[in-house]
Nanobody
Framework: QVQLVESGGGSVQAGGSLRLSCAAS?????MGWFRQAPGKEREGVAA???????NYADSVKGRFTCTQDNAKTTLYLQMNSLKPEDTAKYYC????????????????????WGQGTQVTVSS
């Protein structure tokens, strides 16, 4: 099991920026960010594979950037040009397997989850 702790959420106005961080208790091969808005299913936002490839949801491409530190134990999500529809609880996920690029944004591919951090974007 990997423990994941997210931080960096908050409230911003539309057009603003936030940076989320996720600290993992140890290295895992695949890590990603998911979000869940009230009444909606949890969806993949951005993820990074064991070899550094990233995958983004269409709704955040060009606005969000997912990176890792050199030790690959901290995952970041830089969120720019935020929109009210980005409002959700954001979760960090990790899995020790070498997930394929196509499965990085699939919720069921991950078996370790953080507690989440709230992001609220006002218009």
């Amino acid at each position: 099991q990997v423990q994941l702790v997210e931080s960096g959420g908050g409230s911003v106005q539309a057009g603003g920026s936030l940076r989320l961080s996720c600290a993992a208790s140890r290295y895992t091969s695949s890590m990603g960010w998911f979000r869940q808005a009230p009444g909606k299913e949890r969806e993949g936002v951005a993820a990074i594979s064991w070899n550094g490839f990233t995958n983004y949801a269409d709704s955040v491409k060009g606005r969000f950037t997912c990176t890792q530190d050199n030790a690959k134990t901290t995952l970041y999500l830089q969120m720019n040009s935020l929109k009210p529809e980005d409002t959700a609880k954001y979760y960090c996920a990790a899995d020790p397997r070498y997930l394929s690029w196509g499965s990085l944004l699939q919720r069921d591919a991950y078996n370790n989850w953080g507690q989440g951090t709230q992001v609220t974007v006002s218009s």
